[in-house]
T-cell receptor, first 113, second 114 residues
């Protein structure tokens, strides 16, 4: 079983809509989470990190972490066609210099004009 | 933002031959560098992790004999895939961290093995 599980596998939202992506860890040692976005032909780009319970907002992106349930979500408000990409949740036991990331399998987001 | 450059972007090699790829952190001194491989199915595997003042640590299923890494300083790293075979194909990603929180990746080197 994968230690970091993402859902759904794929998601389609209309332009201007809200996209919600989910991630759950089965390993209680994972305390630090990141969301990455990968466009076709590129490497993954860090969107945001979240280490504390609650919400963290950066522009149109809001991450939510519930450490008790090891669940983290990403919500994209006012989705744009340029948001169409693969989104990965990544988790680590440590932040800082020893951040060894474990990635989920990804959610493919399509934003339709 | 942090920039990590990788080159070449893509490479094709014959089965059994070797190829070298390079990674450079631009504008910052990375405190850790990690090499990952992303499979054609998009899953990630950590190959090795290197931090300031410590030796390069390889993950299970990856060895220095197969994936030697050169690390003269934490702004530059190179890795060679020796005796590449079909199972070695994928997107090789270099990630560099400023030590604070986040690992920043380059665009990767896509390896195709014929």
């Amino acid at each position: 079983q994968q230690k970091v599980q993402q859902s759904p596998e794929s998601l389609s939202v209309p332009e201007g809509g809200m996209a919600s992506l989910n991630c759950t860890s089965s390993d209680r040692n994972f305390q630090y989470f990141w969301w990455y976005r990968q466009h076709s032909g590129e490497g993954p780009k860090a969107l945001m990190s979240i280490f504390s319970d609650g919400d963290k907002k950066e522009g149109r992106f809001t991450a939510h972490l519930n450490k008790a349930s090891l669940h983290v979500s990403l919500h994209i408000r006012d989705s744009q066609p340029s948001d169409s990409a693969l989104y990965f949740c990544a988790a680590s036991e440590q932040a800082g210099s020893f951040n060894k990331l474990t990635f989920g399998a990804g959610t493919r987001l399509a934003v339709c004009p | 933002g942090a920039l990590v450059y990788q080159y070449p972007r893509r490479t094709i090699c014959k089965s059994g031959t070797s190829m070298r790829m390079e990674c450079q952190a631009v504008g910052f001194q990375a405190t850790s560098v990690a090499w990952y491989r992303q499979s054609p199915q998009k899953t990630f595997e950590l190959i090795a992790l290197s931090t300031v003042n410590s030796a390069i640590k390889y993950e299970q299923n990856f060895t220095q004999e197969k994936f030697p890494i050169s690390h003269p300083n934490l702004s530059f790293s190179s890795m060679t895939v020796l005796n590449a075979y079909l199972e070695d194909r994928g997107l090789y990603l270099c990630g560099a961290s400023l030590g604070a929180e986040t690992l920043y990746f380059g665009s990767g080197t896509r390896l195709t093995v014929l």
